[in-house]
């Protein structure tokens, strides 16, 4: 399923298109997705939708403890990604905890770096947050690692 959401992320999301369901279903199918691969991923867009629609401007400051099943299915980058994102203020509460909603409705049994930057990547992205969005898509896409002196 996560290579549905990305497919749609790249090709209707970034662009703003938004296809009928019918229309959508016809071009994912064509794209050589499964029929519930595809149920499932505009389910979970639809999900992320409303909650990014009815999110607030985020949580008032508290700790944040992961529980066991989370720390089973993120490892260890992924969860200091979201920290470091939180840190520097790129996402608020609110949007961290529906970045973790998202990636644990994932059916995949880990999530990795690289997922949870997409799941970043698609939060900001439906939440309007074009500034962040960016900043989170060159940390995603630039290749280029600092030289430290």
């Given at each position: 399923m996560f290579e549905v959401l990305v497919y749609m992320f790249e090709n209707y999301v970034v662009?703003?298109?938004?296809?009928d369901h019918n229309t959508l279903t016809k071009e994912?199918?064509?794209?050589?997705?499964?029929?519930?691969?595809?149920?499932?991923?505009v389910e979970w867009f639809n999900i992320l939708e409303a909650m990014a629609s009815s999110a607030g401007e985020g949580l008032s400051a508290s700790t944040r403890i992961y529980s066991e099943e989370e720390k089973t299915k993120f490892d260890t980058e992924s969860l200091s990604f979201l920290m470091f994102l939180?840190?520097?203020?790129?996402i608020n509460l609110t949007?961290?905890?529906?970045?973790i909603e998202r990636?644990?409705?994932?059916?995949?049994?880990s999530i990795h770096?690289?997922?949870?930057?997409?799941v970043v990547l698609m939060v900001l992205?439906?939440?309007g947050?074009?500034?962040d969005f960016l900043f989170v898509e060159d940390a995603m896409f630039h290749e280029d690692q600092p030289t430290l002196h």
């Open positions: 662009d703003n298109v938004q296809p994912l199918f064509a794209a050589g997705f499964d029929h519930s691969e595809i149920t499932d991923a939180a840190q520097a203020n790129i949007q961290h905890e529906i970045v990636a644990m409705a994932l059916p995949q049994t770096l690289e997922e949870i930057r997409w992205r439906k939440q947050k074009t500034k």
